[in-house]
């Protein structure tokens, strides 16, 4: 408590009853004595708001402040947790508060907000877990958001608007319908055929001599080519089209896989068909060339229908830092050793190193610890260079990659987690909706005392104003809950 | 539900309020409270009702509704209407946050919370799982599946070893032996040298294998073909004929034939054996058309597969098995390496084709023929045979290196994480096994508690299973445990009443006696305690002292001459010594216990225990029955304290206690197991962790008879109190009892100690006399310590079962341990008791 200046006597400001005040607080069972001008450290508190009132205040006022007050005693009553309380109390003794070992973040979260107190005290160390534990829960968000948005069965659509939510279902949603699934699996075997097709096109033997003598696709792989090609078009058109939102989905990453998989055949056709008549001949046939290659973006199409794939790509995606620094390491460590390399095998005559930029592949393969022996030292200078640099090379890629395996791993297994963390919080929220139109009847019939029904008028705002999982908390609020919340505020 | 428990509870707790309360009780005072007070497994909450009401349908939100005493007892465990109080005899822990479930609304779960027991609990309070908050669920989930698996996992083990009945055709009591034989390397010698044996041929077969392609021990036949080395040939018709009476000798004795059959281990020795026949076959019959290319080729494979025989290894090797285990149950990750792989290798032998096929004499003929050399690349060989050679080439070239690097290294991790798991848990269930064996036989023997099925099973199984564990660790720990473990082994075979568990010792004292550490142990113990007993009756040290602590003790005394064996010592100078011992040292533990008590109520019973336990005839007058009379008289509150702590004081004071003793002779060596034994058994005695006096004193008369062992004193000191502050506070509490000379006395013990440690060598002389002819009275003396440690190491279970059985248990328990001097009819029909 070094760096606040007010101490017991310091403390002037506040009102002058409340130094000397003490306040007998009863926290579910556990009771302790606690003074005003500690209390009034952090003004904002509810702590502190008690006890400047305590002495001022009627029985009812007070009784109002708190679950429940004992005037012979006067003892003030909470209902709330007596274990969280503690590490509570050490924000008006330490100034900050450290999270009870084993106590979930969140459910923390709420001590705090029910005392008054700002998640901003909560001291470093005990942030990381709740952070981690936000995460989390936002992903689970993310996906519970998702899975209503399928449920979501509004009747005000028209039928255009059904049919297309049904074609979106049928493309995007492999476990939604029978139908879905057998689409994702034709699909899937279209890639690996047209991947494969793609594979064998080169194979010289399977070439055919077209007019001029130069080899070209066998024709029947040309036709099945044609039909994957034809497949991916209108699986993409028909995607494009039942989409709800065009222009996110142009530009999702997965859709330019897509459209990088087809457009090549197309633009390979047009070239041929009329760009004789706009260029040279071996200027298309290098373009035609070009575009080939790009055929590959095909194998990356599996990455829709691949769990793993797609955790690969996330992981990579979350350990952008870690792969820079990875390649980072490479570099120095290339440059480094090439020119080592080149400068300690000059002696030789019959060097293999005849520049720098010709042995950065020495350097790459040595590093990578590949070794082709298309290129290898001679000297033994260069020998020892080799070694050490196969040695640094092994540590370069061994450091930085264990931070990304890290991230693919976490990513590996909270994939599961969270499918059924998701599913769960659906019927939690299911659940919630049906007790509350319970409740609620209950509640109007009732009517003499709202605190008497559910969870009390505190404990419902406290909920409302619930801080964690705002996504949640809005879905829950907006699509399922409006009508049950109108009915509690009546 | 405890409803035995519960009801039994209640009568000890309720003594002073006869009858149940009227309804009309009930219900005004849950109308005049606001709040009320629960206890849960001894912690204090206080809750408003109202807060209760929020969830009607759960236990608490019933606990409102109740109308009579009936209800009451339904739903809780004990009550006090006065205080307005509600006892639940639960884990304390997960209460603390179902009951933030009614304050908040939210359900979150402790994180250290094993999730069986949290779900158990959920079940108990009525909440349902689903309320629990997605921050917690997801652990919570996770977790229970992760036991509900292991537990799946072990009853199959369980299964599978009960499935192996040889009842259903003739000589199975030798198909079995065989069978143990054959399958179980460590049940006998003779099965352990098969299992070598069968290694040996195996290493033996495949090298026979591999020389065989060696061109220079190669013949040739009469087509220019070469063939075997007839040499090796033999070795292998032997290897082979081993294999296969293993395999038919297995197959007959196997109880379930089938199963057998489909046994992956079996599989791969059937694939081992199979290709020797079907070459042989294949040779044999077509001698003629050999020259065919064609058979020739399938001969060849099947020779191929004879390698298979390697596998065979896997049968004796646990490593090989979890690798195996490993790589079929990670058959996901492995799919996606492969995943992995295939698409770098896809991606990078395009892209090379298309930056090499322009170069003459390329070797990247087609994205096919460059596969091997992304293949190559990615998994970081690096043959050469292919490179690149264009700038383009060889930049793709370098991407892949690292790109291969990568995508390799990322599911190895959950791979070896899978193995990992699988390892340890191999080796815990090798453990568990143990674990279990051990707890069936202490329910044979009848000394658990046994519930509700279900609840014995989910609950008090795993209590009880840390417990047994524990002294199966201990047991690996010292010198002391092969002659222990052999024993409760015998035990669990040969005995079906419980009151035959001593038999083996005690049918067979030579046999006992030949075993030269328990012999040493029970000589040494006698010794001391001749020692301590003529200390005590040496007149110039103490006269005083003695004579009036002998009127303090005379109740004792009397009681304690109903010990039978001790008549029959005649190297015994003084009865009454020992006797005099006895009594000082049942006076110690009852000031330590009285002490104890009145400090800290925490240990109701085990000073009780220990209390009674020096009353021979426990049934007459007892200050230790007293005591508990007292205990179980106290309100509500005071049962719960006992509950809570029924389950700490035995394990944290006098287990370690023990264990830690039992556990120096192991390191120390023969002699000093003696005093460690010593301290472990008044430890046992004593049964509470305060020990002190006695023990302390007793470890000094240890050290003067055998003086280089000093650091075992040390430690077993360390153990023990301080001696002083324990004195001091020991001595207002012994006025409560007795008068003020026994404190003397104890001062006056102590005293004798360092009188002792002087004249040393005469009494060890002494001791060595009076040792022998009282060996048969020590061996029973420690058979009972086992008892009496086993018994408890059970007190942990107690909680669970009635507190009234606790304190019977206890007592039986100490009154075992205490009389070393056998009485074993005495204690026999105590078994039979029990």
């Not at chain 1, 055929?193 to 077209?210: K, R």
């Not at chain 1, 350097?363 to 022996?373: K, R, S």
């Not at chain 2, 005394?557 to 010592?569: H, N, R």
């Amino acid at each position: 408590m070094w760096e606040f200046p007010r101490t017991r006597y310091a403390d002037c400001n506040g009102s002058e009853a409340s130094e000397e005040t003490e306040i007998a607080v009863n926290i579910g069972g556990v009771k302790h004595i606690l003074y005003g001008d500690v209390l009034n450290r952090y003004p904002e508190t509810r702590l502190a708001e008690l006890v400047n009132r305590a002495t001022d205040s009627t029985q009812d006022v007070l009784c109002a402040l708190c679950d429940d007050y004992d005037d012979s005693k006067r003892e003030f009553y909470f209902d709330r947790d007596p274990e969280a309380f503690k590490c509570i109390l050490e924000l008006y003794y330490y100034g900050e508060i450290h999270m009870k070992r084993g106590i979930c973040p969140m459910c923390f979260m709420k001590e705090m907000d029910y005392w008054g107190i700002d998640a901003e005290y909560l001291d470093e160390c005990c942030i990381s877990s709740l952070n981690e534990v936000q995460t989390e829960l936002e992903e689970i968000a993310e996906k519970v958001k998702n899975i209503l948005d399928d449920l979501e069965d509004d009747a005000t659509l028209t039928r255009a608007q059904r049919c297309q939510a049904f074609l979106w279902k049928l493309m995007e949603k492999p476990e939604s319908s029978l139908a879905a699934r057998v689409i994702a699996v034709v699909s899937f075997a279209f890639i690996l055929l047209s991947s494969v097709v793609m594979c064998m096109s080169t194979i010289p033997e399977l070439q055919v001599e077209d007019a001029e003598g130069n080899l070209v696709e066998h024709p029947t792989l040309e036709s099945i080519e044609t039909a994957c090609i034809i497949w991916f078009t209108a699986e993409y058109i028909l995607r494009f089209l039942s989409s709800s939102n065009q222009v996110r989905f142009v530009f999702s990453f997965m859709n330019i896989i897509d459209f990088l998989a087809i457009m090549p055949f197309y633009v390979v056709l047009i070239l041929t068909h009329l760009g004789t008549a706009v260029m040279e001949l071996a200027n298309v046939q290098q373009a035609v060339q070009a575009l080939r290659i790009m055929r590959i973006a095909r194998i990356f199409k599996l990455a829709r229908h691949s769990s793993g794939l797609q955790t690969l790509t996330f992981a990579l995606k979350s350990s952008l830092k870690e792969l820079g620094l990875l390649l980072m390491y490479m570099s120095v460590g290339i440059f480094l050793f090439s020119a080592l390399g080149y400068t300690l095998e000059q002696s030789h005559p019959e060097t293999m190193f005849t520049s720098i930029p010709q042995s950065f592949w020495w350097a790459i393969i040595t590093m990578t610890t590949v070794g082709y022996g298309d290129i290898y030292p001679k000297t033994t200078l260069g020998k020892c260079n080799a070694a050490v640099s196969f040695l640094c090379g092994v540590i370069a890629i061994a450091l930085p990659i264990h931070p990304i395996i890290n991230n693919f791993v976490i990513v590996y297994s909270k994939q599961r987690v969270l499918e059924t963390a998701a599913k769960h919080e659906i019927e939690l929220m299911a659940l919630r909706a049906r007790e509350k139109a319970q409740e609620c009847p209950e509640a109007e019939r009732t009517a003499s005392g709202g605190s008497s029904s559910v969870w009390d008028s505190a404990a419902v705002s406290a909920s409302q104003s619930d801080t964690y999982i705002p996504l949640l908390g809005d879905t829950t609020n907006v699509s399922k809950d409006q009508p049950t919340h109108k009915c509690k505020n009546n | 539900m405890d409803k035995p428990s519960a009801g039994m509870s209640k009568v000890g707790s309720r003594s002073t309020a006869s009858l149940p309360p009227e309804p009309v009780d009930i219900i005004r005072s849950m109308s005049c409270y606001r709040r009320v007070k629960l206890n849960v497994g001894g912690l204090p909450h206080e809750v408003l009702w109202r807060t209760l009401d929020r969830l009607p349908r759960t236990r608490l939100g019933k606990l409102r509704d109740c109308k009579t005493h009936e209800s009451l007892m339904d739903i809780c465990d004990d009550y006090n209407l006065d205080d307005n109080e509600y006892f639940f005899d639960r884990h304390p822990g997960a209460f603390t946050s179902i009951l933030n479930f009614y304050r908040t609304g939210k359900l979150h779960m402790m994180e250290e919370m094993c999730a069986l027991s949290f779900s158990q609990e959920l079940d108990y309070w009525g909440v349902d799982e689903i309320y629990l908050e997605s921050c917690c669920q997801a652990r919570y989930h996770q977790k229970k599946e992760q036991m509900n698996e292991e537990l799946k996992r072990e009853a199959d083990t369980l299964k599978d070893r009960e499935g192996e009945e040889f009842d259903n055709t003739c000589c199975s009591e030798k198909r079995k032996k065989l069978w143990d034989l054959l399958e179980k390397p460590g049940s006998s010698v003779a099965a352990k040298i098969l299992a070598i044996i069968s290694i040996l041929f195996i290493v033996l077969s495949t090298i026979a294998l591999s020389l065989n392609t060696l061109p220079e021990l190669q013949d040739t036949d009469e087509f220019g073909q070469t063939t075997d080395n007839p040499q090796l040939a033999h070795v292998e018709a032997v290897c082979i004929a081993w294999f296969t009476m293993e395999y038919l000798l297995r197959f007959l004795s196997s109880p379930n034939k089938w199963k057998f059959f489909k046994g992956p281990l079996n599989v791969i020795d059937l694939l081992a054996i199979l290709p020797y026949y079907v070459t042989i076959f294949l040779t044999e019959s077509n001698k003629s058309v050999l020259q065919f290319q064609n058979v020739r080729r399938v001969v060849q494979i099947f020779r191929i597969m004879r390698i298979l025989r390697i596998l065979k290894l896997a049968r004796h090797s646990t490593g090989l098995q979890s690798l195996g285990f490993t790589l079929r149950r990670s058959y996901n990750e492995l799919g996606l390496l492969i995943l992995f792989l295939a698409m770098g290798i896809m991606i990078f032998s395009s892209l090379v084709f298309f930056a090499e096929k322009d170069e003459d004499d390329t070797k990247f003929k087609s994205i096919p023929a460059s596969f091997w050399w992304a293949t190559i690349t990615m998994t970081t060989v690096g043959y050469g045979d292919i490179y690149p050679k264009t700038l383009l080439g060889k930049i793709v070239g370098g991407l892949c290196c690292i790109a291969g690097v990568l995508v390799i290294a990322l599911p190895i991790p959950i791979i070896v994480n899978n193995f990992s798991e699988f390892y340890k848990e191999q080796k815990r269930q090798e453990k568990a096994i143990k674990r279990r064996e051990a707890l069936e036989r202490a329910k044979r023997n009848g000394s658990i508690v046994s519930m509700n099925v279900r609840e014995a099973f989910s609950r008090g199984a795993e209590l009880l299973d840390v417990v047994v564990m524990d002294k199966g660790e201990r047991t690996q720990d010292n010198h002391l445990s092969p002659s222990r473990w052999k024993w409760s082994s015998k035990r669990a075979t040969s005995e079906t009443s419980s009151n035959r568990s001593f038999n083996p010792d005690q049918g067979s004292p030579s046999k006992a006696r030949a075993s030269s550490p328990q012999r040493l142990n029970a000589q040494k113990l006698e010794e001391m305690y001749n020692q301590m007993a003529k200390t005590q009756s040496q007149p110039n040290l103490n006269t005083k002292d003695r004579s009036s602590s002998r009127a303090g003790h005379r109740r004792d005394e009397i009681e304690l001459g109903a010990l039978p064996s001790q008549g029959g010592d005649p190297l015994i100078l003084g009865r009454e010594g020992v006797v005099d011992m006895k009594s000082l040292s049942s006076i110690d533990s009852y000031i330590s216990c009285a002490t104890d008590f009145q400090e800290n109520p925490r240990f109701p019973y085990s000073p009780a225990g220990g209390l009674s336990l020096h009353e021979s005839s426990r049934f007459s007058h007892s200050p230790g029955s007293g005591l508990s009379a007292r205990v179980s008289a106290n309100p509500s509150l005071q049962t719960t304290l006992e509950h809570e702590t029924m389950l700490t004081p035995p394990c944290s004071g006098a287990k370690p206690l023990n264990s830690e003793s039992l556990r120096q002779p192991g390191l120390l060596g023969n002699s000093q197991k003696i005093h460690s034994v010593r301290v472990n058994h008044r430890n046992c005695g004593e049964a509470s962790p305060s020990g002190g006096p006695l023990s302390d004193s007793s470890i000094l008369s240890d050290h003067s008879i055998l003086s280089p062992e000093v650091s075992v004193y040390t430690t077993a000191s360390c153990r023990t109190p301080p001696k002083t502050p324990e004195r001091k506070a020991l001595t207002p509490a012994v006025f409560t009892f007795h008068d003020a000379s026994i404190s003397k006395y104890i001062d006056a013990d102590t005293d004798d100690e360092e009188h002792l440690r002087e004249g040393g060598p005469s009494e060890r002389l002494l001791g060595g006399l009076s040792s022998k002819p009282r060996l048969s009275g020590y061996q029973g003396a420690t058979n009972h310590l086992e008892a009496a440690q086993r018994l408890l190491g059970q007190n942990c279970l107690f909680p669970l079962g009635s507190s009234p059985s606790v304190g019977h248990e206890n007592h039986v328990a100490s009154e075992n341990s205490r009389r070393p001097k056998g009485d074993r009819g005495h204690s026999n029909a105590f078994d039979k008791g029990l």
